[in-house]
């Protein structure tokens, strides 16, 4: 895809991704509405997105974020990033009713279905399949670092095994523009508040090991959150860190959304493909990092979850 034929000649042109925005989707929006705005000034172009993170505000254009949907719009393109259409919230609306629709992911969960899809299962991240669908002879500092972001926090610092040749190459041609990119990763990745590294303290203590130390479990309930007076944006990186129990091939992170809903956030190694896991419950993600939100008891979700899970594992 280019992107530029796919949304030429509108006028309009908006632009979303998921719920609860990760670096790479508030990387992905804004590097493609910098990279519009630069390539098309005469068009007006929206990003919609729930509040993100304020330590993305590195992000130029992180001011400009919408928080609300307009009631009457209707845009001539609307690009959803790092999602499917369908978890993109409040925006979801104005994507279904826009002229032309275009959906840019990474998710081998994303079926696609748009009127042009880029879904490139083998990217690292939604910020790469960017990098590939714009002119480059455009690129600028501030898209580079938007791209560069999403780039960082999908590969976990290129460390996953999502980081492929082809994604350093990227990397490496976004270095050449000048920005402070140590700098970036710790302020974007790897600081922790006090009370973030508390309650990852708190989701380790409470955590269990299944199946032969091969399974580790932990929930987190909205009660605990309001103790700390934090929010679930607060425990990001927790399921990585169970994941990296000696021993562990997959780590189950629950916490709860609102009253008696939970967010599945699921982590394997290569032995369990999560994406698979996840699917049978409406979730998606990736092989080795997928999620789903699961109404009802908790413990007994972690019982589905695992069964799903041991169906691999044993090769049942
Ligand atoms: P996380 O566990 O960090 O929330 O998500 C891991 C990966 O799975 C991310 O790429 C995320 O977009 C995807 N994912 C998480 N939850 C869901 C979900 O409920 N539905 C879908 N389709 N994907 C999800
Ligand atoms: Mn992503």
Do not use: W
């Amino acid at each position: 895809m280019r992107i530029l034929d796919e949304v030429a000649g509108a006028k309009t042109i908006g632009i979303s991704g998921h719920i609860r925005p990760d670096g790479d989707c508030v990387g992905s929006c804004l590097g493609m509405k910098l990279f519009l705005e630069k390539a098309m000034p005469e068009a007006k172009v929206d990003c919609y997105l729930e509040k993100p993170a304020d330590f993305f505000s590195c992000i130029k254009g992180f001011d400009q974020i919408k928080t609300e949907a307009p009631a009457e719009m209707k845009y001539d393109a609307f690009i959803v990033l790092d999602s499917v259409p369908q978890r993109t919230g409040f925006a979801e609306p104005l994507y279904n009713s826009a002229r032309k629709k275009i959906n840019i992911d990474h998710h081998i969960s994303n079926k696609g279905g748009s009127d042009a899809d880029c879904i490139i299962a083998d990217a690292s991240s939604s910020c790469e399949v960017v990098y590939d669908v714009i002119d480059k002879d455009l690129l600028d500092k501030d898209i580079a670092l938007a791209i560069y972001v999403g780039i960082i926090h999908d590969t976990g610092v290129m460390q996953y095994s999502n980081t492929k040749p082809k994604t350093l190459r990227t990397v490496a041609d976004l270095l050449e523009f000048d920005f402070p990119f140590s700098r970036i990763i710790d302020e974007t990745f790897y600081e922790k508040t006090f009370v973030q590294n508390q309650l990852l303290g708190e989701a380790l203590l409470g955590s269990s090991l299944h199946h032969d130390g091969r399974i580790a479990v932990s929930i987190v309930t909205k009660e605990l959150l309001e103790r700390y007076h934090a929010t679930s944006m607060d425990l990001e990186g927790v399921v990585n860190q169970l994941r990296l129990t000696k021993g562990v091939d997959v780590a189950i992170f629950l916490y709860e959304l609102e009253p008696g809903v939970y967010k599945a956030s699921l982590r394997s190694t290569e032995a369990v493909d999560v994406a698979k896991v996840v699917v049978e419950f409406g979730g998606g993600g990736h092989v080795r990092a997928a999620g789903a939100t699961l109404p009802g008891d908790p413990e007994a979700s972690v019982q589905l979850l695992i069964r799903e899970i041991l169906k691999q594992m044993d090769g049942k």
